[in-house]
């Protein structure tokens, strides 16, 4: 398989999720990947996320791998080294002196709408706005989330530019015609994206409406009115240079209309399919510094301007690869 280049940083900056609250109970201990480092997650006796690196500075054990929770901390499952949640070592059980500088590295860690996020910044930033609680999550009016995940071949800031891309929902996922699309940019920076569309169902289309609003690279939350309404918590996390974690988290308005609980699975169908659809593109695609666009196609070009604003790092130029469309070139 070809190499596949990218001019721009793989890891952005800001929240990104890494773990469903229900995934790591009381003394949880979860080994990560993300961020091209390997990082374990716990819980501490008190109940709080704790994400510390994985590899105890001892002599190297990684600590997601039969580490255990013991108070505010994880003991290594090596030699017994305890690291307390914020990266010092606080007790070794059979020395009498803890080495000077015992320490290794934590991550900001936050808790919200059943989902666990870490905050990530190249540059060792502190933690920026926190991703919004979300009324509807744990209303007995709305269904609990129902999780999808994929990992893709890709990098993020590509992957991006599908919100925008209104044209593709009639060319690759069959809808009857390109959506409207409205933006619209609230004081913090945060994008919101709104689109009137016929939505797919087993009595046929049925017109709706998706708004979408990002709260930095990791975390969009999309609105889906139509027979049913529907809740969509989009949040990617990059694993390596080459791969994105990608996991939506669905929820509908409950209902007892049994035609419309129908319509509703359907839409839920359609919309993994769509995602599915999206990554075979994703995964083949080659990005292009300079593509020739229309004036149809869309902000695509501003959106690539203020993505930029979440990466720390140059964007380097595949200009020379593109030169005048030589076919020589690809």
């Given at each position: 398989?070809?190499?596949?280049?990218?001019p721009f940083p793989a890891f952005p900056n800001g929240w990104f999720q890494v773990?469903?609250?229900?995934?790591?109970?009381?003394?949880?201990?979860?080994?990560?990947?993300?961020?091209?480092?390997?990082?374990?997650?716990?819980?501490?006796?008190?109940?709080?996320?704790?994400?510390?690196?994985?590899?105890?500075r001892h002599l190297g054990a990684h600590m997601g791998y039969g580490g255990e929770?013991?108070?505010?901390?994880?003991?290594?499952?090596?030699?017994?080294?305890?690291?307390?949640?914020?990266?010092?070592?606080?007790?070794?059980?059979?020395?009498?002196?803890?080495?000077?500088?015992?320490?290794?590295?934590?991550?900001?860690?936050?808790?919200?709408?059943?989902?666990?996020?870490?905050?990530?910044h190249a540059e060792g930033e502190a933690a920026g706005p926190v991703p919004p609680?979300?009324?509807?999550?744990?209303?007995?009016?709305?269904?609990?989330?129902?999780?999808?995940?994929?990992?893709?071949?890709?990098?993020?800031?590509?992957?991006?530019?599908?919100?925008?891309?209104?044209?593709?929902?009639?060319?690759?996922?069959?809808?009857?015609?390109?959506?409207?699309?409205?933006?619209?940019?609230?004081?913090?920076?945060?994008?919101?994206?709104?689109?009137?569309?016929?939505?797919?169902?087993?009595?046929?289309?049925?017109?709706?409406?998706?708004?979408?609003?990002?709260?930095?690279?990791?975390?969009?939350?999309?609105?889906?009115?139509?027979?049913?309404?529907?809740?969509?918590?989009?949040?990617?996390?990059?694993?390596?240079?080459?791969?994105?974690?990608?996991?939506?988290?669905?929820?509908?308005?409950?209902?007892?209309?049994?035609?419309?609980?129908?319509?509703?699975?359907?839409?839920?169908?359609?919309?993994?399919?769509?995602?599915?659809?999206?990554?075979?593109?994703?995964?083949?695609?080659?990005?292009?510094?300079?593509?020739?666009?229309?004036?149809?196609?869309?902000?695509?070009?501003?959106?690539?301007?203020?993505?930029?604003?979440?990466?720390?790092?140059?964007?380097?130029?595949?200009?020379?690869?593109?030169?005048?469309?030589?076919?020589?070139?690809?």
């Open positions: 398989m070809r190499e596949r280049h990218w773990a469903y609250s229900d995934e790591l109970g009381a003394g949880g201990v979860e080994p990560l990947e993300v961020f091209g480092r390997d990082l374990v997650l716990f819980r501490d006796g008190s109940g709080a996320p704790r994400i510390l690196d994985a590899h105890c929770v013991d108070g505010d901390g994880l003991r290594c499952p090596f030699h017994g080294w305890l690291w307390n949640g914020d990266g010092a070592c606080t007790e070794i059980p059979y020395a009498a002196k803890i080495p000077k500088g015992a320490r290794i590295g934590s991550w900001p860690v936050h808790e919200v709408n059943g989902l666990v996020y870490l905050w990530h609680a979300i009324d509807e999550v744990g209303s007995e009016s709305w269904t609990p989330f129902t999780k999808l995940r994929w990992k893709v071949g890709s990098r993020m800031y590509d992957m991006g530019e599908n919100a925008v891309d209104h044209v593709h929902f009639k060319y690759l996922h069959g809808a009857s015609g390109a959506p409207t699309l409205d933006q619209k940019t609230d004081e913090d920076g945060n994008v919101s994206n709104y689109s009137e569309m016929e939505m797919t169902t087993p009595k046929g289309p049925v017109p709706g409406s998706i708004e979408s609003r990002g709260f930095g690279p990791g975390l969009g939350m999309v609105r889906v009115k139509g027979v049913v309404d529907t809740i969509i918590l989009n949040n990617s996390t990059p694993i390596d240079e080459e791969h994105v974690d990608v996991r939506f988290s669905y929820m509908q308005r409950r209902t007892e209309d049994l035609r419309a609980q129908r319509i509703g699975e359907a839409m839920l169908r359609d919309l993994k399919k769509q995602m599915e659809q999206d990554i075979v593109v994703f995964e083949h695609k080659r990005y292009w510094t300079k593509p020739l666009l229309v004036a149809e196609d869309g902000p695509i070009g501003e959106y690539r301007r203020r993505a930029r604003k979440h990466y720390s790092g140059s964007f380097a130029s595949l200009e020379e690869a593109e030169r005048e469309g030589d076919p020589k070139s690809g």
